[in-house]
């Protein structure tokens, strides 16, 4: 199995950061299975290594929860002031397609979708193979919406 980035988006399709979602669970099982065939041994934390969220992460977790609470005008807001700030980083993108998608917008959500790969793609280095997928069943959902262009 390839191994997610935990600032990689959740496979779940969650729309938050892996680390944000489906992670704690993951260690866990990874955890108790590892328990029935090693001996007990603390984790190691490397030096500096930080769990927490950081204005990043809560900047883009804001917009998945203004999009969850139909507030679409503030999570654009959101949106622009994650690109304005970070835009280096792939979030940007992601929650602009989110966005478009909420509001019905399938041809702009299917280009943000794609724009994602695409950014992925450019930094592969940073990024799992299955990390992808989301966004590939995104992009083939959409497509297949009687709202999308021809």
């Not at 399709?13 to 029935?36: F, I, P, T, V």
Request: proline residues 7%.
């Amino acid at each position: 199995m390839a191994k997610i980035g935990r600032n990689q988006p959740c496979p779940c399709g969650s729309g938050k950061k892996y680390k944000h979602c489906c992670l704690s669970n993951d260690q866990a099982s990874r955890a108790k299975a590892a328990s029935h065939t090693q001996p007990h041994r603390p984790p190691a934390t490397p030096p500096g290594f930080f769990f927490g969220e950081d204005d990043l992460d809560k900047l883009s977790n804001s917009v998945v929860d203004l999009i969850n609470d139909g507030r679409l005008e503030e999570a654009e807001a959101a949106c622009q002031e994650l690109k304005e700030q970070y835009p280096e980083v792939i979030d940007w993108i992601h929650r602009t397609a989110m966005l478009h998608e909420a509001r019905g917008e399938i041809d702009q959500a299917v280009a943000h979708y794609e724009r994602t790969l695409q950014y992925m793609d450019a930094h592969a280095e940073d990024f799992e193979e299955l990390s992808r997928e989301p966004f590939r069943d995104a992009i083939k959902r959409l497509r297949r919406s009687p709202n999308v262009a021809s």
